[in-house]
């Protein structure tokens, strides 16, 4: 089978970004209609992200991102803004799940050398990052093999659908 | 090897020897949504093959973020959780019964038990001794379905706390404390332990104030273990018969202990806009706020409205201060007003809102206009959180923010006393 390669441009965030920063409760009147809501993802961290965002880039954020609230809505806005994958330092602990259960992958690496604009190639299979506007290679930690098998069927609900139950 | 309180639940609910670090796949005894989670959860749950509750006893909604509702489309969400649970005959609480957390310990958590709720702060229940864990919506969707999920067995780091407290300091200064300890994501993926004499002087009001703010050092569950005043709770809540004592062994094996000397504490306060940064209310005497707001899954239990109304008996809030209280379940404004806080606290100028999340989540209720600086007994003060980027919130115990109510400035409650 041939690598799983993504491609895009760094989107530069903080360390700390809460769920709140990707979707407010305030938008809670929209989690019924997607399209909408996902108009304003990330806005009390970039208002302008959207606009400039392209389908494939990346979000590249410092430690703890996704901490805070539950909702799923927030890795589901990121991923419907077209972002093939998030690296962060370290990721909270339901965002982690939420990112892999809708098949969004979420790499944790040392995001220190790389910076808003620069372009990256991500080689899912090998594990690595490569900055091509650098030329600087990273490695991201290893994904646990039950989250590996939810990401590889697209998600923990196609993967439920799939298999019937849970096959560790 | 002895087992933590965590690898002893595992343990039991999945049938296995469960170590730190092991992946593990247990049942679980409730399975919960709240309104804002709900409707994403029940569209997923109906892509799972079959899309049938595993168990409907003990598959729960929860209307509590945004009711009464503010608007056409989360009244049409509300619609559609109400017409899931007619149609699957599962539980469901409407508006005004209280917040989920609280429900959950009044009626469900018990000592040994797993839940897992669509909703970050359902890690509230470990007050009683429940293993209970926040999860997205595909997670508790296919939980829904399967009556059971995965996890991974947490490392756990155990807190231990000697001392009394000082009067006018408690459970909420020693979260916001151990917090800034951690730091926000300190412990995440981990288990919180709480233990020590301290812990067994500690009502089940404040254990569960403590294990509610848990996921804001990232854990992944805070609990206490039982004991008879966790087995006095249940007997007043009419489930004294699911009491079980539960305490880690004696050789658990803990990857970090963390000792705090209550009597060493001071009334505390987490500083915009992260939950970590934390500072005693002295370093902050003098800040001027706007609104204050008494409530939510942390602090809106009877003791913390009776800390309030302690303090506001016959006062009246500072005029440039809104004060908003919203108690945590009918249960509690029912004792509330038998008892007569809530008298005591609308003659001060509190605004009584309905049991519920109400102005916690930004959505409505209370939300902060610019530049506005909330001082909150919530448990988040991320920017944006209450509505506004652009708004400031500060966290703190029932008693900071009720002598702040009166001074129209961030106080320490001893100072007005």
Excluded at chain 2, 263 to 270: G, I
Excluded at chain 2, 275 to 296: E, R
């Amino acid at each position: 089978m041939a690598d799983t390669i993504l491609k895009g441009k760094a989107f530069r965030f903080g360390d700390n970004i809460s769920t709140d920063h990707i979707i407010p409760g305030k938008y809670a009147h929209l989690r019924s209609d997607l399209p909408e809501l996902a108009k304003h993802v990330m806005e009390d961290a970039d208002p302008n992200f959207v606009e400039k965002v392209k389908s494939g880039d990346f979000i590249v954020a410092g430690k703890n991102f996704g901490l805070g609230s539950s909702r799923e809505h927030a890795a589901l806005v990121i991923k419907m803004a077209g972002v093939s994958a998030i690296l962060a330092k370290s990721v909270a602990r339901i965002f982690f799940r939420n990112a892999i259960n809708q098949g969004l992958p979420t790499l944790i690496c040392d995001t220190d050398k790389i910076d808003a604009g620069d372009k990256l190639e991500v080689n899912l299979t090998r594990g690595t990052i490569t900055d091509l506007t650098k030329d600087v290679q990273l490695t991201f930690g290893k994904i646990p093999k039950v989250m590996l098998d939810i990401l590889n069927e697209g998600g923990l609900i196609p993967y439920i659908a799939k298999h019937g139950d849970f096959e560790l | 090897m002895g087992k933590t309180l965590s690898e002893k639940i595992l343990s039991e609910k999945s049938g296995t020897d469960a170590r730190a670090g092991d992946i593990v796949i247990a049942s679980v005894d409730l399975v919960f949504v709240q309104d804002t989670t709900g409707p994403l959860t029940i569209r997923q749950f109906k892509e799972v093959k079959h899309g049938r509750l595993a168990n409907p006893q003990r598959t729960a909604i929860f209307l509590d973020h945004a009711v009464p509702s503010p608007n056409r489309q989360l009244s049409n969400d509300h619609q559609f959780l109400r017409r899931f649970a007619e149609d699957n005959e599962c539980r469901i609480f409407e508006g005004g019964t209280g917040i989920c957390h609280q429900l959950v310990a009044e009626m469900f958590a018990n000592p040994g038990d797993i839940i897992v709720g669509a909703d970050s702060h359902t890690v509230t229940a470990g007050g009683l001794g429940t293993f209970a864990t926040g999860m997205g919506s595909s997670d508790v969707a296919v939980a829904f379905a399967l009556g059971k999920t995965w996890f991974r067995v947490p490392e756990t780091f155990k807190i231990s706390i000697s001392g009394r407290f000082r009067k006018w300091v408690g459970a909420k200064d020693l979260i916001i404390h151990l917090i800034g300890v951690l730091g926000a994501d300190g412990a995440t993926y981990k288990a919180l332990e709480f233990d020590g004499q301290t812990v067994s002087n500690m009502s089940i009001s404040e254990r569960l104030t403590v294990a509610n703010m848990a996921v804001e050092a990232g854990a992944k569950v805070g609990i206490f273990p039982s004991d008879n005043v966790t087995q006095r709770f249940l007997t007043v809540q009419g489930r004294g018969n699911k009491y079980s004592a539960l305490r880690p062994d004696t050789y658990a094996n803990y990857e970090r202990t963390i000792i705090i000397n209550a009597s060493e504490l001071e009334p505390m306060v987490a500083v915009p806009h992260t939950v970590d940064n934390v500072t005693p209310v002295s370093m902050l005497a003098g800040t001027k706020i706007d609104q204050v707001f008494i409530g939510t899954c942390t602090n809106g239990r009877l003791e913390d409205l009776a800390m309030a109304a302690a303090i506001l008996r016959r006062k009246k809030r500072h005029p440039s201060v809104r004060l908003i209280i919203a108690p945590a379940s009918q249960q509690i404004l029912t004792k509330a007003m038998k008892i007569g806080y809530i008298q005591v606290l609308v003659a001060a100028g509190a605004v009584i809102l309905p049991p519920g999340c109400a102005a916690c989540l930004g959505l409505h209720q209370g939300v902060l206009g610019d530049n506005e600086v909330c001082l909150s007994t919530a448990n988040r003060n991320f920017k944006g959180r209450m509505g506004n980027p652009e708004a400031s919130i500060y966290l703190a115990s029932p008693a900071t923010a009720a002598a702040s109510a009166l001074t129209g400035e961030i106080t320490d409650p001893r100072k007005v006393l």
